[in-house]
């Protein structure tokens, strides 16, 4: 016999370790353990998705015949981590071996590799992790053949690998690529679909519960869970967004809305990371809508880009890049994170409305993530690590793999440009452009200094002024600096003299 260790994020039938395990001999674990749920203070909302996903996921493998030790959430058991449960496990009954598919994150995929054996005293099977387009050697060997690691040339390489939206050898349609025609404001017309309803079953009911009496000291709320924890559910999501939201994805993409937390999103990013749904499946359904002329190529294209492309891309990056990665800090930033990022407290109102967002619906589109909220702590030169691990707690999608290159790299640039050609850094013109927030903002968009100038302005400036050496010889920069240095010096000097008092009150903002 065997046991077979299932983790939260491997809820899928197709799962290797499932693949490779006999129903009729061996032992399926799974376990909702103190240590993965409160290593950082994960929303609640995320914790009982994935509790109660665990759940039912444990409860339709039993149906179909397979033999579960399922150990639910509780302080007072002994296991605490996954080795104190399959060491109780077997305990009870010895195995000849532990069969599990490889983890997500590097800390404990080096665990598994490095001491479990030793540990446990039965050989461990790890097996690959194939739910993805690209596997980590494909990735490794296409970035040790590229001189420079850019998200673009991956893609494509895997729109050739896959055959998506593509003509023989040529992109459908003559471009790899449609942005020019995506990213709009909001029209104001086209109507933004209401998110889709799930009904509530008594196993998530239970687990709701269970995270009110048991995570009351983390941050976010729970009383706005909405999320999927069935594949059915997962696939009526997927489904739903086909129907009533691709159709404006790629054009809305960009845009923000006041007090429309999903625009045109899909939300589909949890149950990609847990495997309620696999990448193949969600990007077959956005290209069969565009064969069946349902939703126009740059949305199709748009949006299958973000899963083949930046997904996967990401995922690359994190595994040849880990453990070091997560220690650059080629920027230097250290200030600490303002209280409001657990209040949504502050005069700034496409800060309150983005972090409103997070904190209610552990969910905001990632125009929010990187524009707004990342933006601000880029331009503020906050520690990378507060930003890492505020963003690993409040999404419902966070797990470190997908965010821990998007909030380093992406957002701010402590990876000095492995990500990102250049720091994503924007003044208030840009939130402006994109959205209806200024018009509701204590703060002024259309000034840089004054009492009550919009901060994105002059920290702005100050970001780029402060960072010329280290951006010197990035050709991307060099129109932004040419606008700076048309700033007569009096200006230059007024703005970061007025950053350095932004700064000291950033409390206040
Ligand atoms: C600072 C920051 C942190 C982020 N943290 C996470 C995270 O923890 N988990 C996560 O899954 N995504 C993360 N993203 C990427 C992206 O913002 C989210 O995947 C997306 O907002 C989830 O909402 P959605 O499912 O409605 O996505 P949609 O806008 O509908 O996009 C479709 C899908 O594309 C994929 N996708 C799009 N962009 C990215 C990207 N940059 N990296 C990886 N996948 C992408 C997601 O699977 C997403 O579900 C982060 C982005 C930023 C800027
Ligand atoms: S004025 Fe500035 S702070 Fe206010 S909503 Fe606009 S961009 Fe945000």
């Not at 489904?239 to 809305?252: E, N, S, T, V, W």
Request: proline residues 3%; contains cysteine.
């Amino acid at each position: 016999m065997r046991y077979g260790l299932i983790l939260g994020d491997q809820l899928s039938e197709q799962i290797a370790t499932l693949k490779a395990l006999d129903k009729d001999q061996d032992i399926i674990l799974m376990a909702e353990l103190v240590e993965e749920a409160t290593y950082v203070k994960h929303h609640p909302q995320k914790i009982a998705l994935i509790f109660s996903a665990m759940r039912h996921f444990a409860k339709s493998l039993k149906a179909q015949g397979w033999k579960i030790r399922y150990q639910a959430f509780d302080r007072t058991q002994a296991a605490q981590g996954f080795v104190d449960f399959v060491q109780a496990q077997l305990e009870k009954n010895s195995a000849d071996a532990l069969v599990i598919t490889e983890s997500g994150e590097f800390r404990l995929q080096q665990a598994i590799e490095t001491t479990w054996s030793s540990q446990l005293q039965i050989p461990i099977h790890i097996l690959r992790d194939d739910r993805f387009f690209c596997s980590k050697n494909e990735f490794k060997q296409w970035g040790s053949s590229s001189r420079i690691l850019r998200m673009e040339f991956f893609y494509r390489k895997l729109r050739h690998k896959t055959g998506y939206l593509m003509d023989g050898n040529k992109p459908v349609g003559g471009k790899w690529n449609y942005d020019i025609e995506n990213r709009q404001a909001w029209n104001a017309q086209d109507s933004i679909p209401l998110a889709l309803e799930f009904d509530r079953d008594q196993i998530d009911l239970d687990v709701i519960e269970l995270v009110k009496a048991e995570f009351q000291d983390h941050i976010g709320q729970i009383n706005h869970f909405n999320w999927a924890t069935t594949r059915q559910q997962a696939l009526q999501a997927l489904d739903y967004f086909i129907q009533h939201q691709l159709i404006h994805f790629g054009q809305y993409q960009d845009a923000l809305v006041h007090n429309q937390d999903y625009m045109f999103h899909s939300l589909l990013a949890p149950y990609l990371n847990c495997g309620l749904l696999s990448p193949k499946e969600v990007c077959d359904a956005a290209q069969q809508a565009y064969f069946e002329d349902r939703v126009p190529l740059n949305t199709a294209e748009g949006f299958i880009r973000q899963i083949l492309g930046w997904r996967e891309f990401i995922r690359g990056i994190y595994w040849l890049k880990m453990p070091s990665y997560s220690e650059l800090n080629e920027l230097q930033a250290d200030r600490e994170l303002p209280a409001y990022f657990w209040t949504a407290n502050t005069k700034m109102e496409c800060m309150r409305e983005c972090i409103r967002n997070s904190l209610e619906n552990a969910y905001a589109h990632h125009i929010q993530r990187l524009m707004v909220i990342g933006n601000f702590t880029l331009l503020n030169g906050i520690s990378p690590k507060q930003v890492n691990d505020w963003y690993l707690s409040v999404y419902a999608d966070a797990f470190e793999w997908v965010q821990l290159p998007n909030t380093h790299g992406m957002v701010l640039f402590a990876d000095g440009g492995l990500v990102a050609s250049k720091p994503y850094a924007a003044s208030g013109n840009y939130i402006h452009k994109m959205s209806n927030y200024c018009q509701n903002c204590h703060y002024n968009v259309k000034t840089k200094t004054e009492q009550d100038s919009c901060p994105f302005n002059s920290l702005y400036w100050n970001f780029l002024a402060k960072h010329r050496i280290f951006f010197s010889s990035n050709p991307r920069m060099s129109m932004m600096y040419k606008q700076w240095d048309k700033l007569s010096l009096d200006d230059q000097n007024t703005i970061l003299t007025h950053v350095d008092d932004l700064q000291k009150r950033i409390e206040e903002l």
